[in-house]
């Protein structure tokens, strides 16, 4: 079966970096586009960052373009997010995403001082 399993969040302060990663497992990795989510306190979900099945096309939410990368390894299957000078509004939990079907379970990502 489908997993997406995220690791990586903490708690940062502003103008640092985390990054996060998803280990995907139980479907064909390299076919599916990806993406990241994040949901913060009293918010609707929101999609930050979605990349192509090979890696070639990315898009970003306004509000981090510029500042968080995502990026795939088709041969381990893990999709990432490389998160820099962090907010206190980009405090979220964030999703690990494939469609409209498939979640992981989320880490917390903290951003304060």
């Known amino acids: 079966q489908v997993q997406l399993v995220e690791s990586g969040g903490g708690l940062v302060q502003p103008g640092g970096s985390l990054r996060l990663s998803c280990a995907a497992s139980?479907?064909?990795?390299?076919?599916?586009?990806m993406s990241w989510y994040r949901q913060a306190p009293g918010k609707e979900r929101e999609l930050v960052a979605t990349?192509?099945?090979?890696?070639?096309?990315?898009n970003y939410a306004d509000s981090v373009k510029g500042r968080f990368t995502i990026s795939r390894d088709n041969a381990k299957n893990t999709v990432d997010l490389q998160m820099n000078s962090l907010k206190p509004e980009d405090t979220a939990v964030y999703y690990c995403?494939?469609?409209?079907?498939?979640w992981g379970k989320g880490t917390l990502v903290t951003v304060s001082s």
């Open positions: 990349i192509s099945g090979a890696g070639g096309s990315t």
């Open positions: 139980g479907f064909i990795f390299s076919i599916y586009s």
């Open positions: 995403n494939r469609g409209s079907l498939y």
